[in-house]
């Protein structure tokens, strides 16, 4: 039973989110007795009426004591609440069937959070802004974003349950070297240079392309004038892509959550997707590898000889590993015949370009939120192209930015009781900001920009009568939310799906037709690929006995390396299928969530026996040659502190590798982690050895530029 709500300091409803078996809790709270005819209340009215004293107390006591409660559980432990005020909106996620700890609901409100950001950027900055984008006057146009909202929760606490990529946050990629080599070189030369190149892309500027099949990355392109793409914004572009076009390998284990469901009447986002007749990777990477980036070394690959001219009328696959086909078992084949049997069908219908937003890099500085157009191009069902592009509007978000940057360190100087007058007029801050400000009006124009700015100079500048600083405040609200009213209005407003300008249809369908020409022969077994990614077969059963499963971590690149784990009686890894692979799949999933919780208290090691495994976790820094550096005491954060991760808006380990690198400042340093499970019959210094062994194993592999 679970419900996520946002709402307004008053109560209306914003957004929400609930399980049928919170919805039935409501209808049997507010159903009219037998003798009454009246008509259930609106499920949103519903919500506001049953959380609406505790989000007036919430808001009460923070007023009046400047601090309220953020997690509680009611009467003999039904439910638990777990409440967060981002701005001046409350995100409040309930859980009343004992299956989500606090942090895992506290972590699903920042992913939401994150969502709204990657939607609607800046403009999340003023509360009467993203009001109206989350809660349009139409009715219909609110339904069809409050339903996009509810799938994609719905669509990533799915893939959190279901995908390893998701519940340890990082980017999973398909490993086939010469396979990577061949679509990279197609990403450039038939997807980035094609749309560049082209006369009619409508302003727009192809900067990344990259092809998924299901949730793992199998290439990925950046133009060269592009700058890099978080790990965390690259993982939200795969949720997208998710939501978008399911893949089977995220659906068919659906029984196995009764609780999640996905919107059944969303009319602007096709779940169940149609099939059309149409049929129809990628590139050289850009710069070095940061530590908060998603960066990819500078190389040139020669690409093998196209598969096309070497495959038989039969369909028969060119395998590049050596030149012969990798063993295959019977599950391999299963999964290969049943992967044709979906193939038949087609290519799914492509949906729109969306407008998105991304950090990045404008005229070399950084900048949060630049506006982006996603365009998803589907190839075959599991397999999707994805393309974006940047307007030539972008360094208008980077003026924009860096004014609203200012204006909020300003507030918050104001509000820590900094006096007005002459001590703020000297502030080297005002200056700077002043000339800001009076360039940016004089070039943008407009006759409420000016007023507003006219008036925060009259009480902020003059000698005579200087506003006080509850009037700075206000006036500084002001210059803030029309700030935002203009990126609002340069941005969403102009969006492609509201009328905008985007690459015309036939650019989209050109490039789409080429990668699924280039790809066409390797389709079958990329699809079997992504079951089978990382094998346990051939080397790690051998070299590691007692080594059941093992994630590895680079969290400097945010990419991850896994043997598959499916529990679904469709496919089957090393572990089998049904309730064996259940079994371990459950154990994984709660080491993974036990060790972001010592990791939050500052642990950086964990080792325990549970039944017949042995459970380890370790986080670890070393150099670029791949030595270990000296272990530190990490910060220990508190239980309503941001979450372990990269997706709730923050990056855990990016800061805590800007932590660490203060101590080093002469290197290059990388941060690693690796879980791993081990039957109990292995002595645990043996059980040391091996993971030391198998980190060094992973990481050598791991130099190998594979994007």
């Not at 299956?99 to 509360?127: A, I, N, P």
């Not at 946050?169 to 038939?190: G, S």
């Not at 005002?430 to 100079?457: A, H, P, T, Y």
Request: charged share 20%; hydrophobic share 35%; net charge negative.
């Amino acid at each position: 039973m679970k419900c996520i709500l946002v709402a307004t300091e008053g109560a209306e409803v914003l957004f929400y989110w609930t399980d049928e078996e919170f919805e039935e809790s409501l209808r049997m709270k507010f159903s009219p007795s037998e003798n009454e005819e009246e008509e259930l209340p609106a499920l949103e009215d519903q919500l506001s009426t049953l959380l609406a004293p505790l989000i007036i107390s919430s808001m009460t006591m923070l007023e009046k004591l400047s601090d309220t409660y953020t997690c509680f559980t009611t009467e003999n432990g039904k439910c638990l609440y777990v409440l967060h005020l981002f701005g001046e909106c409350l995100f409040i996620a309930i859980c009343g069937d004992h299956t989500e700890g606090e942090g895992d609901l506290r972590q699903q409100l920042r992913v939401l959070k994150y969502l709204f950001e990657v939607h609607f950027g800046l403009v999340t900055v003023d509360s009467q802004l993203i009001r109206k984008e989350l809660r349009p006057p139409d009715l219909e146009q609110r339904v069809q974003v409050w339903e996009h909202f509810q799938s994609l929760l719905w669509t990533y606490n799915h893939l959190r349950e279901q995908e390893q990529c998701f519940a340890v946050e990082a980017v999973e990629r398909l490993i086939h070297p010469q396979l990577c080599e061949l679509c990279i070189e197609a990403l450039e030369r038939h997807v980035i240079q094609a749309v560049n190149s082209s006369r009619t892309q409508a302003g727009e500027e192809a900067v990344h392309a990259f092809l998924l099949v299901h949730s793992k990355l199998l290439a990925f392109y950046s133009s060269h004038s592009a700058s890099s793409l978080r790990p965390a914004d690259l993982l939200a572009l795969i949720l997208l892509v998710q939501d978008l076009y399911p893949s089977e390998s995220t659906t068919e284990d659906d029984s196995t959550q009764p609780s999640l469901r996905r919107p059944w009447n969303s009319q602007n986002i096709p779940l169940q997707q149609t099939w059309s007749p149409r049929s129809s990777g990628p590139a050289r990477s850009s710069a070095g590898t940061e530590a908060d980036s998603f960066s990819l070394p500078e190389e040139y690959f020669t690409p093998a000889p196209s598969p096309g001219e070497q495959s038989s009328g039969s369909g028969s696959t060119v395998w590049l590993d050596g030149g012969t086909p990798p063993p295959t078992d019977a599950s391999q084949v299963q999964m290969a015949e049943d992967t044709l049997q979906t193939l038949m069908c087609g290519s799914p219908a492509v949906a729109g370009p969306r407008r998105i937003f991304l950090d990045a890099s404008v005229k070399e500085t950084y900048c949060p939120m630049v506006p982006h157009t996603m365009y998803c191009l589907p190839l075959w069902p599991g397999i999707n192209m994805v393309l974006l592009t940047k307007s030539l509007s972008a360094p208008l978000a980077l003026v924009l930015y860096q004014l609203l940057d200012g204006f909020s360190l300003l507030e918050k100087k104001l509000k820590e009781g900094q006096e007005a007058g002459s001590s703020l007029r000297s502030h080297p801050l005002m200056s700077d900001l002043r000339q800001r400000m009076d360039k940016f009006v004089k070039n943008r124009g407009g006759q409420e920009i000016q007023s507003i700015w006219l008036e925060f100079k009259t009480k902020a500048f003059s000698r005579s009568a200087p506003g006080s600083s509850w009037e700075l405040l206000q006036a500084c609200g002001k210059v803030k939310r029309q700030l935002c009213a203009i990126y609002r209005l340069s941005f969403l407003t102009t969006a492609p799906g509201r009328g905008g300008p985007q690459l015309p249809q036939h650019l989209q369908d050109q490039v789409q037709t080429l990668m699924q020409e280039k790809l066409m022969d390797w389709k079958d077994f990329l699809l079997v690929k992504s079951r089978r990614n990382v094998t346990m077969t051939f080397t790690y059963l051998e070299d590691f006995p007692g080594l059941v499963h093992f994630i590895y971590i680079d969290r400097t690149t945010g990419q991850m390396v896994a043997p598959s784990l499916s529990s679904s009686e469709r496919t089957s890894s090393e572990l089998g299928k049904g309730p064996l692979a259940a079994f371990v799949k459950t154990k994984v999933w709660s080491l993974i969530r036990l060790a972001r919780r010592y990791l939050q208290k500052g642990y950086t090691t964990l080792l325990f026996q549970e039944g017949d495994f042995y459970c380890s976790y370790f986080l670890w820094f070393q150099n670029e040659m791949g030595y270990k550096l000296q272990i530190i005491e990490v910060p220990v954060r508190s239980d309503d502190s941001v979450p372990v991760g990269m997706l709730g808006g923050e990056d855990y380990y990016r800061k805590l590798l800007r932590y660490y690198s203060k101590g080093h400042p002469a290197e290059s340093v990388k941060c690693h982690e690796l879980l791993a499970l081990h039957l109990s019959v292995i002595p645990t210094d043996m059980l040391v050895q091996q993971a030391g062994e198998l980190a060094r194993r992973l990481w050598e592999a791991s130099r190998v530029p594979l994007l």
